[in-house]
């Protein structure tokens, strides 16, 4: 997936066993890694090699022009990794604070918990073609090149400060925008643009006026325009999914049991039997 200033994917690695590599490029490049080998070496800018076979839950962050070279055996298993590709300067954009500094320390092989926790939820999303992902796992991109930026500051940061709501102006805008646009996929940049607000401080802002993230919010509303359209009895379950926004009926169905307690087809037996 692809947004502005950054992009994400999973690669797993099928029918590979052994490859070697020399790489660098212009954006930094965070990835997490679900990968065993039987034999291999890796040097990250220019240092002495690392020679380490389990990268389970291991991450790897190289900044922008970081040279990057190796080769790798893998294990008889699935290997996997998931990965972050961002513009050094769309933190500046992104977050306009003083004393944030955009990660550019090269680290190989490093582990932490709250990270690699939010790089497996974005390895979900990844895998998920759901249209609601598109929001969430934008989402979930940019609070990991946030985090990566607070766990590389020398001296760590702050808390973010709690910054208002949206206008009401703003937000009977959005609102009415995600109603009006329910049906196709919708991107977390796509619906920030409409009120000149980063990603990062519209998703705050919209969640201290919604009470919801904005991904939450938009599922929340799919599956309310399903429930209306579950009343219409001639209408088939694949185009209420269709129409609520769902990509598949069995995404929809699911979704719908997760909210509501039961399935489509059992809500709209009851709604009809009223």
Known sequence: MEWKGFSAERVVL?????FSYDWSGQNHYLALHDIKLTDGDISLAGSASVHRMDLRDRMTMAPGGCQVSGWSSLANRTNEFTAITFDPEMLVEEIDRAGWRNPAQPSLYFSDLSLASTMKKLRTALSDD???SVTYAETLALVAVLELGRL??????????????????????????IADKLHT???LSEV??????SRFHFARGFKNTFGLSPHAYILASRIDRAKGLL???????ASIASLAGFKRPDRFSAAFRKAVGCSPSRFRRAQLDE
């Open 130 to 132: 759901d249209t609601g």
């Open 152 to 177: 590389q500051s020398r001296n760590g940061l702050p808390d973010m400060p709690e910054r208002g709501g949206l206008s009401a102006a703003q937000a009977r805008l959005v609102r009415d925008y």
């Open 231 to 237: 009343r219409d009895p001639c209408l088939p379950l």
């Open 14 to 18: 099928v029918g590979v066993r052994e």
């Open 192 to 197: 920030a643009n409409l009120t000149g607000l």
């Open 185 to 187: 996929p919708l991107s």
